[in-house]
C-alpha cells in the first residue's frame, strides 16, 4: 500500500472521529469544506483546472460548495475509494496524492489543541524529504533569503538560493514539507540571522 494510500485511509478515520464540523488548518473551512475539496479534485473533471487557474476559480468554489451539501458517510466514503478509474488522478494517485492526502490529514489532526508530531516510518520520512525539497523550490519563491533543509541526521538540501542571507530550517521531513506548504504549526528549529527567520515567516508560502 502506498503513503498516499495509507494517508487517505487515516486522514478519513480522523475526520470520521472528529465530525464535519470540526476546524482545520485550511483558513476557515470546516472538516467538511475539505473534504469537499478532496472529492471535487478526483472526482469533477471539469472543476479541476480551477484550483491552479485563478480565471477559473469561481467555478471550482461553486462546485466544491454544492459537494458539502452531500451526507457525510458519503463524503468520506468516497474519498475513501480514491480516484475513480475515468479521473486524471487515478493512474498517478501514488505519485499526485502522497503529499495532499498527508498535509491535509495534518490540517486536521493540528487544527485540534494538543497535537503531536506523529512517529512515522524512516521510508515514509524519506518519501515526505523527496516531496518537500520538490515543494520548497517553488514555495519559497516569496522570500529574499536562502532556505536550506536539515534533516535530524544532518543530511541538507538548499531549496532557495538567494544571495548569503541564509535560514536554516532543522527537523523531521513531515515537518519541513508542512512548512513548505505554507503550515506553521510545525516543529522546527531556525538557525540564522533573526531578521532573516523574520522575514522568512513573514513571506508567503505554499504551491
Request: proline share 6%; hydrophobic share 35%.
Amino acid at each position: 500500500m502506498s503513503l498516499a494510500q495509507r494517508e487517505r485511509a487515516a486522514l478519513v478515520r480522523t475526520m470520521s472521529e472528529v465530525g464535519p464540523d470540526a476546524p482545520t488548518l485550511c483558513g476557515d473551512w470546516t472538516t467538511r469544506d475539505l473534504a469537499a475539496h478532496l472529492l471535487v479534485r478526483e472526482r469533477r473533471i471539469d472543476s479541476m483546472p480551477g484550483i491552479v487557474v485563478p480565471q477559473l476559480a469561481d467555478h471550482t468554489e461553486k462546485v466544491r460548495r454544492s459537494a458539502t451539501d452531500r451526507p457525510w458517510a458519503y463524503l468520506l466514503a468516497d474519498i475513501e475509494s480514491g480516484p475513480p478509474r475515468w479521473s486524471p488522478l487515478f493512474l498517478v494517485d501514488a505519485v499526485a496524492n502522497a503529499g495532499e492526502m498527508f498535509v491535509h490529514h495534518e490540517d486536521v489532526r493540528r487544527a485540534a489543541e494538543g497535537w503531536e508530531p506523529r512517529t512515522l516510518p524512516a521510508e515514509d520520512q524519506d518519501h515526505l524529504w523527496r516531496l518537500a525539497r520538490q515543494i520548497g523550490r517553488r514555495s519559497y519563491r516569496g522570500s529574499d533569503v536562502s532556505v536550506v533543509f536539515e534533516r535530524p541526521d544532518g543530511t541538507r538540501a538548499t531549496v532557495r538560493k538567494r544571495g548569503p542571507r541564509t535560514v536554516v530550517l532543522r527537523g523531521e521531513p513531515a515537518e519541513l514539507l508542512l512548512h513548505a506548504f505554507g503550515r506553521d504549526r510545525v516543529r522546527l528549529e531556525t538557525d540564522g540571522e533573526q531578521r532573516d527567520i523574520d522575514d522568512l515567516t513573514a513571506s508567503s508560502r505554499g504551491v
